[in-house]
T-cell receptor, first 112, second 112 residues
């Protein structure tokens, strides 16, 4: 199994631009999570999906952030417009029915 | 008060020594517990689950104290490769779903 696949690995963009992060979970995992990690705030849950349905998006910072999961094998996290304070590492993780979590390698986002 | 608290460290430990760190959690309804390891600029990876009776995996021993609401991780005969940040994670049932609550991590540096 290839594990959780995220793209891009690195993204540098200018303030105001739209950013789209992508995630392919492990096949058969029915839950998907988007996390953000910074030095100041640690690992924060942004949103998670069960069976492609968003369950809890209370961690999404504001309306500039949106996430979709159109099918069981793909999810996106979009930031529009991006701001410098959005700079962080964004992790996607998927979970199997036995509650084993696997993280992707993350997307390192820098907004200048 | 944070839901899951850890001493951020860093713990500077000579190679071969034994090191232990704790993590406290505030939600008495916490269901399950884990230690994750995160290397610099990498994703978190599951180190071990923590069982009520305590459990051991090679040089690593995890303990749970539900009465005092803390878990611990003991590393014996530490290796240079043990240098990493160790994240304490608590699985809490919220509504009809389970959610992981993450500590901010304890940084461990093993010195030759």
């Amino acid at each position: 199994d290839a594990g959780v696949i995220q793209s891009p690995r690195h993204e540098v963009t200018e303030m105001g631009q739209e950013v789209t992060l992508r995630c392919k979970p492990i096949s058969g995992h029915n839950s998907l999570f988007w996390y953000r990690q910074t030095m100041m705030r640690g690992l924060e849950l942004l949103i998670y999906f069960n069976n492609n349905v968003p369950i809890d998006d209370s961690g999404m910072p504001e309306d500039r952030f949106s996430a979709k999961m159109p099918n069981a094998s793909f999810s996106t996290l979009k930031i529009q417009p991006s701001e410098p304070r959005d700079s962080a590492v964004y992790f996607c993780a998927s979970r199997d029915r036995n509650y084993g979590y696997t993280f992707g390698s993350g997307t390192r986002l820098t907004v200048v | 008060r944070k839901e899951v608290e850890q001493d951020p460290g860093p713990f500077n430990v000579p190679e071969g020594a034994t090191v232990a760190f704790n993590c406290t959690y505030s939600n008495s309804a916490s269901q399950s517990f884990f230690w994750y390891r995160q290397d610099c600029r990498k994703e978190p990876k599951l180190l071990m689950s923590v069982y009520s009776s305590g459990n051991e995996d090679g040089r690593f021993t995890a303990q749970l104290n539900r009465a005092s609401q803390y878990i611990s991780l003991l590393i014996r005969d530490s290796k240079l490769s043990d240098s990493a940040t160790y994240l304490c994670v608590v699985n809490v049932r919220q509504g009809g779903n389970y959610q992981l609550i993450w500590g901010a991590g304890t940084k461990l540096i093993i010195k030759p």
